[in-house]
């Protein structure tokens, strides 16, 4: 079953992969993030006891099915599918919608340019990954 000429299946995979790398870049860099947040253990341990500990990840996964479906939307419209559009379209999302409203929104909550970084290189890497195999699976 293909979407504007991708494949649905495409986009569930791309997905998949993109909530998996979440999980090994914040197991990598976690503790970085943690304290740019001014986050301690105890707090992230109260938090998982905490009622609906479950739920960001529910919909960390659910946003990067959007995520996906919207940049097969895009590769679709922009030209041939193919493994190198996939990823130069992404990282082009990345850093005119990803990167620019994080700027912008860091820099007004005055947070910590750590999370700008941390956060910003997870949605990198996530774009790049779906790019890769929404265009490199192709319709």
């Known amino acids: 079953m293909t ?3 991708v494949s649905y299946l495409a986009i569930v995979i791309a997905a ?10 914040y197991t ?10 001014a986050m301690t253990p105890e707090k992230i341990e109260a938090a998982k006891r905490g009622p609906g500990a479950y739920l960001p990840f529910i919909y960390a996964f659910g946003a ?5 479906w919207t940049l097969a939307g895009l590769l679709a ?3 041939p599918l193919s ?3 996939g990823i130069i379209s992404a990282a082009f999302c990345w850093l005119g919608f990803v990167m620019a409203a994080m700027v ?9 340019w750590r999370l700008l970084w ?20 192709g319709a």
Not at 104 to 112: E, G, P, T
Not at 120 to 132: K, R, Y
């Open 28 to 37: 990598a860099f976690g503790k970085t993030w943690m304290a740019a947040l």
């Open 16 to 25: 998949i992969a993109a909530w998996l790398a979440g999980a090994a870049w």
């Open 3 to 5: 979407f504007s000429g």
């Open 118 to 137: 941390i956060d910003g290189g997870h949605w990198l890497v996530v774009l790049l990954l779906m790019g890769a195999i929404i265009g490199g699976i």
């Open 83 to 85: 493994l190198r559009n």
């Open 64 to 68: 990067e099915l959007v995520m996906a």
């Open 104 to 112: 912008v929104n860091n820099s007004f909550a005055k947070r910590d």
């Open 77 to 79: 419209h922009l030209g």
